[in-house]
């Protein structure tokens, strides 16, 4: 038996404990990531399998990176509502057009600091936030595997819903065991 997710820039998170023959596959966007959704699949795990953290094994597939991964003022009011670490979860990232730093004069706007576009953007690392989630369920650092991907730096590998408009296509998580 296998269990599959689609996923293209969500972190795709599957789990597995060997020991007791389980399986997990978690789909964790922001909005499940803020929802904790990997912890409560733990716990679930956990409360009806008879699994034990400790036990498990956890990987983290290609998902888009803090890099890539600007968010708004929504997300990050519900972070800080779900999670005491998350300014922990966000950088301030400023936007690296070319065209800007070789022209600075052409952007330069008539308001006053910090009321234009022009600034720093906020990018969440929704990965950090599913790894964690993971250790607090009670999985070990070293039984938690994460893939250095960026899927939205690497469309020519991987498929980005935010770089490629929503034109893409979906990548399957699959995890199973053998009988």
Known sequence: ???????????PV??????RGAIGAFHAGWR???KRIVERG?????????CEPSSLQAAIG??????????????????????LYADELFSEVYDRDPIKEKYPLLFLTARAPGHSNIGPQRHLDLMEANRRQLLHAG???DNIWAAEECTSCRT????????????????????GLIA
């Open 1 to 11: 038996m296998l269990l599959g997710i689609l996923v293209a820039d969500c972190v």
């Open 14 to 19: 599957l789990v597995v404990d060997p020991k």
């Open 32 to 34: 499940g990531t803020a």
């Open 42 to 50: 733990v716990g679930s795990m956990r409360a009806i399998l008879g």
């Open 62 to 83: 290609p998902c888009i990176h803090s890099c890539c991964y600007a968010v708004g003022e929504e997300v990050i009011d519900e972070f800080h509502s779900q999670f």
């Open 139 to 141: 999985v070990p650092k």
């Open 156 to 175: 020519d590998l991987l498929f980005s819903h935010r770089r490629e408009a929503g034109y893409t296509g979906r990548m399957m998580g699959v995890v």
